[in-house]
């Protein structure tokens, strides 16, 4: 069964500093993609990175950069120079090809507080 | 270039009634999936249309159904509605079934049900 896990309910991190959101995931299957995804009290989910699995570079969008561990099986997301807006929940999420249709897997989601 | 819109944003309901979710795919897009996600939790698929037909379906009961609209628009049918049905219901849209390599899902801002 495909799976994600975000170990960590909740995170602190000071204004500028970095942070490692954790993120583990299981699945048998060779070629999958992974997200992550921010949602502030708003609710609406924001797309923040991908991740292939054939992809041999590490994903990086500004200042958000995805440490991939394909043997591991852990995509961890990395916020460098933290700001205030970035509290919000964060929600890594996996591709899953189910017949040839695609769908998202999500983890249970952390929530950052940045503090100045 | 309109992001992906869903109506109405807040509903209240009682028990045992019925409620529809609406929701406009962003331009371009032709397949909208939706997601429900409960208090504290991540989004959990719930079933996904193209060309205006049920595609595949997550672990849901059959009070909930859905119809998709020949210019791509989606309704979210939930019928008998029950306490536990109270959840962000978020409605997210892509083109084609496969997807690109990223395979990106736009989200809209989400419709909060709560049931009393």
């Known amino acids: 069964a495909q799976k994600i896990t975000q170990t960590q309910p909740g995170m602190f991190v000071q204004e500028k500093e970095a942070v490692t959101l954790d993120c583990t995931y299981d699945?048998?299957?060779?070629?999958?993609?992974l997200f992550w995804y921010k949602q502030p009290s708003s609710g609406e989910m924001i797309f923040l990175i991908y991740q292939g699995s054939y992809d041999e570079q590490n994903a990086t969008e500004g200042r958000y950069s995805l440490n991939f561990q394909k043997a591991r099986k852990s995509a961890n997301l990395v916020i460098s120079a933290s700001q205030l807006g970035d509290s919000a929940m964060y929600f890594c999420?996996?591709?899953?090809?189910?017949?040839?249709?695609?769908?998202?897997?999500f983890g249970a989601g952390t929530r950052l507080a940045v503090h100045p | 270039d309109a992001g992906v819109t869903q109506s109405p944003t807040h509903l209240i309901k009682t028990r045992g009634q019925q409620v529809t979710l609406r929701c406009s795919p962003k331009s371009g897009h032709d397949t909208v999936s939706w997601y429900q996600q409960a208090l504290g939790q991540g989004p959990q698929f719930i079933f996904q249309y193209y060309e205006e037909e049920e595609r595949q379906r997550g672990n849901f009961p059959d009070r909930f159904s859905g119809h998709q609209f020949p210019n791509y628009s989606s309704e979210l049918n939930v019928n008998a509605l029950l306490l536990g049905d109270s959840a962000l219901y978020l409605c997210?849209?892509?083109?084609?079934?496969?997807?690109?390599?990223?395979?990106?899902?736009?989200f809209g801002p989400g419709t909060r049900l709560t049931v009393t």
């Open positions: 699945t048998s299957d060779q070629s999958y993609g």
């Open positions: 997210a849209s892509s083109s084609g079934l496969a997807g690109g390599p990223s395979y990106e899902q736009y």
């Open positions: 999420a996996m591709r899953a090809f189910s017949g040839g249709y695609n769908k998202l897997i």
